[in-house]
């Protein structure tokens, strides 16, 4: 009975961390958490109204995501990406996923590219509703579903950290801009063209969003 009550404990205190990194995200996408700017746990917390705990552990998972860095004695510091940083994030994602694509259009099943269509279209309703917590979910999940039906599991690894590294930023403002939802939208015309069994289309579709979405990141 001590064991299961420790259990539900842990459980708890898992899932508090979780809500936590979920609100921390929104205020990192929202600009409320700055760039450059040091947080303390125990701060962050009062805010929360909570332990420091919980937040001590969501800031470490955003530090092992390379969103924020520790910093001795004081808390964490948000991390600032540069212009440099950005290019060579999306050079690498280009290499990668741009082929990988045309690979999977020539050896997906139908139906297994046809179940990511709902998750294609709930992020164009995110972000037609300005909701960009719910859009960089439904994002992630697409693109690293997509990229699952591969095989290899250290790709998708390495893609969705680099999609953490980088994928926040300049959202608010493209939102703002009503530019999000011409991106969102291309999510839509690669599936099509995957299913098509347009191979080289949906490459040309792939660098084109990846393209698309880094000279977004610029005018920011």
């Known amino acids: 009975m001590g064991h299961l009550k ?18 921390l995200r929104a205020a990192l996408i929202s600009g409320e ?14 805010d929360f109204g909570i332990s420091a705990t919980p937040v001590r552990e969501a800031m470490l998972d955003l530090a092992r995501e390379g969103l924020v860095e520790p910093v001795r004695n004081k808390g964490f510091r948000v ?15 280009g290499l990668i996923e741009v082929p990988m694509i045309g690979r999977i259009t020539r ?3 139908k139906e297994d590219l046809e179940v990511l269509r709902p998750v294609a279209e709930e992020i164009v309703r995110a972000a037609r509703d300005h909701d960009l917590i719910a859009y960089l979910e439904a994002d992630r999940r697409f693109h690293l579903s997509l990229l699952a039906l591969s095989g290899n599991d250290r790709l998708v690894e390495t893609v969705g950290d680099l999609r953490k590294r980088s994928r926040l930023y300049g959202l608010t403002a493209l939102d703002e801009r009503d530019q999000l939802t011409p991106s969102a939208e291309e999510h839509i015309e690669l599936l099509d063209l995957m ?15 990846l393209g698309h979405v880094r000279s977004l990141w610029a005018t920011t």
């Open 195 to 209: 299913l098509a069994g347009d191979a080289k289309g949906a490459e040309k579709c792939m660098a084109r969003h």
């Open 33 to 46: 958490l700055r760039p450059g700017e040091i947080y303390s746990a125990p701060g962050l917390a009062e």
């Open 107 to 109: 050896t997906a099943a």
């Open 6 to 23: 420790q259990k539900n404990l842990i459980t708890t205190r898992e899932r508090l961390r979780d809500q936590v990194g979920h609100a």
């Open 79 to 93: 991390t600032e990406v540069n212009e440099r940083d950005l290019d060579q994030y999306t050079e690498i994602r």
